[in-house]
Nanobody
């Protein structure tokens, strides 16, 4: 079983930055992929950024140029650095890891961007 714990959310003004963390209960390189998703009220959960075990990353168009996903194997943690935040980035952000074909989700962390 995989446990994922997100942290780092909060309230920030437009133009500000936040770094989200996702701490995993096992070696992050054992996962096929790790990703960040977000879900705004009344909307579906959407992919923000993804990184493969080989280190390839990809981003939603809305995140390109502003967000960056990275990993720290020593801490079994994946990060999402978010810069130039906009009010439309307001959402609950979730971490997901795929392990042997099974999706594992964290509990989410709230990000609120004020205008």
């Amino acid at each position: 079983q995989v446990q994922l714990v997100e942290s780092g959310g909060g309230l920030v003004q437009a133009g500000g930055s936040l770094r989200l963390s996702c701490a995993a209960s096992r070696n992050i390189f054992s996962f096929n992929t790790m990703a960040w998703y977000r879900q705004a009220p009344g909307k579906q959960r959407d992919l923000v950024a993804i990184v493969t075990s080989g280190g390839n990353s990809n981003y939603a168009d809305s995140a390109k140029g502003r967000f960056s996903i990275s990993r720290d194997s020593a801490k079994n943690t994946v990060y999402l650095q978010m810069n130039s935040l906009k009010p439309e980035d307001t959402a609950v952000y979730y971490c997901k890891a795929i392990y042997f074909g099974i999706e594992n989700w964290g509990q989410g962390t709230q990000v609120t961007v004020s205008s």
